[in-house]
């Protein structure tokens, strides 16, 4: 069913696969380059040259803004299933996304924009934000509560007169650290009287906006993923117009279902893209370096391993690409079975085949001079994004345990 991609992938995916070639993995070590000299000179939060010089070029290549399903003025216009490896090629190096206008969380923001905003709030922050000219972030989690449970939140949002005042601490707001993040999508409770899942509300916070403080950055392994960043904000007192609301009062959890669907699926095809480069770095590593008197590729219990990867990766794409087509034809509700099986799937197999070409490259593995230690730190983070391992099969269970309730009636 999957075998061939549609005429537009194919073409697309020719194209993005000439442009990394010319652009983006030659230039992998000049983005470290750059990132570590605004490191060492005390600020790792500035955009990098190459980044924006990057983006030019993707953008007269037209190859900008290819996630996006639903086209608007122009932008867009593209299915989940043809998105699916053009994404995977992206999560082959780590920040390419963003010379595309095609990274996290602003993906996931901008598809929230399209479907849920006014046209007030898509003029003033959808349009930039497809144009490049701005960053978000999205503040969903917080340290005092099992985020987990979207339900948990706390963090205040109370109207007052034709304001909203925001109090609440967030963290792992990714995009944050950006110096053009300029707007935040915040999650939080409007009325803690009302049935669970209608105590939540999304308001369009500026990032500039009086009260707002970024703490610090949070580091994943180490690693503090400077310029985007996983921020602690504090929001004390902030006021924003009620127009900033999304949606409506209470209709933040259902605004949560809608983004995270296209957020976790985008994942899980990054994912993909990493596990299948991890596995050609394995491949090279064993052919390349004798021990005991043969390649190590000779070892049988690297054949085990290479095998097991290539069915590993295989199984995983075929899974993403069915609910990519699941999302496609019968909308991402009807397809949340399929999303949290692929949120496992993914990452949990990607953990595994850069684990194991971690281990084929020996110390050198863990090491700065290969992306593979850069690559597990991620890929065991998406294990915990968008829901944990744990709340997706808590889902899946649910839903095999409805089916056959149903047949029994």
């Known amino acids: ?208 906006a009086k009260g707002v403080t970024v703490l610090r950055p949070l580091t994943v392994f180490g690693y503090d993923d400077a310029p985007h960043g996983h921020m602690e904000v504090v929001l004390d007192n902030v006021r924003v117009p009620v127009d900033n609301i999304l949606l409506g009062e209470g209709r933040g959890f259902e605004i949560a279902q809608g983004r995270l669907g296209p957020g976790r699926i985008h994942h899980c095809m990054r994912s993909i893209g990493a596990a299948e480069r991890a596995l050609e770095m394995m491949v090279d590593r064993l052919q390349a370096r004798v021990a005991f008197g043969k390649p190590l590729a000779e070892q049988s219990i690297w054949h085990e391993r290479i095998a097991e990867s290539r069915c590993m990766i295989d199984q995983a794409r075929l899974l993403t690409l069915n609910a990519a087509h699941m999302m496609d034809t019968v909308g991402n509700k009807a397809a949340k079975a399929e999303i949290a099986m692929i949120k496992v799937v993914a990452p949990n197999m990607s953990c595994k085949v850069v684990d194991w070409a971690i281990q084929a490259h020996g110390a050198a593995g863990v090491s700065q001079d290969f992306w593979l230690a850069e690559a597990y730190a991620h890929q065991r983070t998406v294990r915990i994004v968008d829901g944990p391992d744990e709340v997706h099969r808590n889902a899946i269970a649910k839903i095999e345990l409805a089916k056959r309730a149903a047949t029994r009636r």
């Not at 990132?35 to 900008?64: C, F, S, T």
């Not at 963003?98 to 905003?117: H, I, K, Q, W």
């Not at 925001?166 to 990714?174: A, D, E, P, T």
């Not at 803690?192 to 500039?208: E, F, G, K, T, W």
């Open 1 to 208: 069913m999957f075998a061939n991609h549609s005429t537009k992938t194919q073409e697309l995916l020719q194209r993005l696969g000439a442009f990394f070639d010319q652009h983006i993995y030659p230039n992998e070590g000049r983005h470290h380059a750059e990132l570590d000299a605004y490191r060492r000179a005390g600020n790792p939060w500035q955009v990098l040259p190459l980044i924006d010089e990057l983006k030019v070029v993707a953008r007269a290549a037209g190859l900008w803004n290819m996630f996006l399903p639903h086209a608007y003025k122009g932008q867009g216009g593209i299915s989940n299933l043809d998105y699916a490896p053009l994404c995977e090629l992206m999560g082959r190096v780590s920040w390419s996304s963003e010379v595309f206008n095609c990274s996290a969380p602003d993906t996931g923001n901008m598809e929230t924009l399209e479907r849920y905003a006014t046209d007030a709030q898509k003029q003033r922050w959808l349009e930039p934000l497809l144009d490049g000219q701005i960053r978000s972030g999205f503040l969903m989690t917080e340290p005092a509560v099992a985020s987990s449970d979207a339900t948990n939140i706390q963090c205040s949002i109370r109207r007052e007169g034709d304001e909203y005042v925001i109090n609440g601490r967030k963290w792992f707001s990714s995009g944050a650290g950006n110096p053009r993040c300029a707007i935040f999508i915040v999650m939080g409770k409007t009325d803690a009287d009302a049935p669970r899942h209608a105590q939540q509300s999304m308001v369009l916070v500026p990032r500039d």
